[in-house]
């Protein structure tokens, strides 16, 4: 079985997989629009994670996991737990498309996509309302703002051709926000 992540599964998947590629699925575009109450929010304060929309015109790259015996049962337990149950994720099968210059044909895997019809689904914004709303959100895993850096990265470093506007246009807005909340002793004496 072939698992598909395109958010914090491709730095942290939490389970035990036999190898992984880096690649994309066609069809659907990454975007901010699912919140997040648990790993990277609170109830409070929600966090945004990454869910994927429809969309004929695009590709969201990520990493596929090769999961194999007794990882089976495992990894799907723990991702229920982790993507359906917290997360209000559904799943579906897509074709992977491997990075990799000598792949042959796509892979069929598993990827959850959360919907309209979940709780914690916060649909779209603009980039600097998404990027106000990570930088004050932190969860059990972490802040948030590491969540959107860490994704950047991967982009970035594994995935350079790729095009990601909606990534990098909410990392460009969160890093014009921070200085404005970054206070030093000299500012504070100034005021």
Known sequence: VW???????????????????????????????????????????????????????????????EVRGDQIAASLEYLNMREAVLGGYDTKLVKFHPQEKDAEEP??????IATPQNPSYLGPASEEDIAAQIIVSSGCAGHNIEYLLRLADFMRYFCPQAEDKHLFSIEEALISILPCLYYTEESLEET
């Open 3 to 65: 698992i598909f992540g395109y958010g914090s599964l491709v730095w942290r998947p939490g389970f035990e997989f036999t190898s992984r590629k880096v690649g994309f699925i066609r069809g659907y575009s990454r975007r901010f629009w699912q919140g997040d109450t648990f790993h990277r929010g609170s109830e409070k304060m929600p966090g945004r994670v990454v869910t994927l929309l429809e969309d004929c015109a695009a590709c969201t790259w990520g990493v596929a996991y």
């Open 107 to 112: 892979i069929l895997a598993l990827v959850y």
